[in-house]
């Protein structure tokens, strides 16, 4: 590990000035003399880089001649290397290229370490030097350093998270005026909670890369983001947000990371998708953009970590409890946690996961119908908790149809996918109107 020179400042690059790197840099400054007093060395800033030089700054307290549009000779300029620019790259270059010159890096970049997490791992091991990311996932929330460090001595089984603060708010918003998807993002981009191309939210991208970490870490286990199964929240619609209510549930997108059994052993699930929730649960009070992780462990039992998930304070108040970690360790030696990917547990194919489903379908309205659709259940090993039926009829020419909400017990993906098939494929059923998970019971 290479240490500082006693009190002789630590050099710090800052990646990035956006929403994120201006609070980062405002603090760095602010906070100059805590820091320095919590760390046992001052930072020294000697660059900030920046896409354009010429943008009004002013209101972020530094050195305008610090602003620089050369990222790449910045990085080899210092002790740590803060990245808060997002992307793979040139995000990637850029690091790797820092470590290669002995920096410790911390970075807020979920989509660059879930893509390929173990180059840079592997980078610092052979640098000698910390690789720090709290504000990867869930902004402003302690949740990495809890599973890699706190939770280091237990087995975790379970992480079950809201990771993405645009979706829980734009659900949230649809659960509480009963208004449909497109309408609400509109309304959340308005407000600036949700951005001008919502794809990599609304998608799942954000919330599945995020999984991928949480996952990693909390099982021991490489996990990329091309192993998370992902669905976005697109397709909910008012509907669901009312079949929830009936279900005394709210509809969150989540984040889902186990460790499971299976006929062929151990291994691992990790998926994203929006999924029916009791209101009981604690993820289901988690309101507006905020994020929260639900962690199960063997010895801890059930934990949950909330807070904001987002935004420029919050985030560089992760990454600034990051530097001083690292920078800590130049001060006095050692290093933080490296990769721990010893476990190495197979990821388990998605159909292999079970929950419990919500189901409603339109079906004919005569004799033998339900005992059609309960057959399919039975057929594919699927076990029904309970059948709801209300009429429906037809306004135009009075014809009576059924709409039947089904929720399954436990059954694997697999098996309702199959029973999905089936339903649609009855004569007697005119839809499979959605299928919906049912989490956290
Ligand atoms: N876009 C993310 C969210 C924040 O809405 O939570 C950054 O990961």
Known sequence: MLTSEPGKPIRVALLGCGVVGSSVARMLVEQADDLAARIGAPLELVGVAVRRIGKDRSDIPVDPALFTTD?????????????????????????????????????????????????????????GVDLYFEAAVAGAIPILRPIRESLAGDRVAKVLGI?????????????????????????????GYAEADPTADVEGFDAAAKAALLASLAFHTRVSGRDVYREGITEVSAADMAA??????????????????????????????????????????????????????????????????AGGDPTASAVLGDLVAVARHRVSGGRGPGESAYADLPILDFGTSSTRYHISLDVDDRPGVLAAVATEFARHDVSIDTVRQHVLTDPETGEQRANLVVVTHRATEAALAATVDALAGLDTVAEVVSVMRVEGA
């Open 163 to 191: 990771v993405n603060g645009t979706t829980n708010f734009v659900l949230d918003k649809m659960d509480t005026t009963g208004a449909g998807f497109a309408e609400t993002v509109a309304q959340a981009q308005a407000l």
């Open 244 to 309: 929830a209510k009936e279900m005394d549930c709210v509809v969150k997108l989540l984040a889902i990371c186990e460790r499971s059994t299976t006929p062929d052993g151990e291994g691992v699930c990790v998926r994203v998708h929006p999924a029916m929730i009791a209101r009981t649960h604690p993820l289901a009070s988690v309101r507006d953009a905020y994020n929260a992780v639900f962690v199960q462990a063997s010895a801890a039992g059930e934990l949950m970590f909330y807070g904001k998930g």
């Open 71 to 127: 990222a790449a000779t910045l990085v080899t300029a210092a002790d740590i290397v803060i990245e808060v620019v997002g992307g793979i790259d040139p995000a990637r270059e850029l690091l790797l290229s820092a470590i290669a010159n002995g920096a410790s890096v911390v970075t807020a970049n979920k989509a660059l370490l879930a893509e390929d997490g173990p180059t840079l791992y592997a980078a610092a091991d052979a640098a």
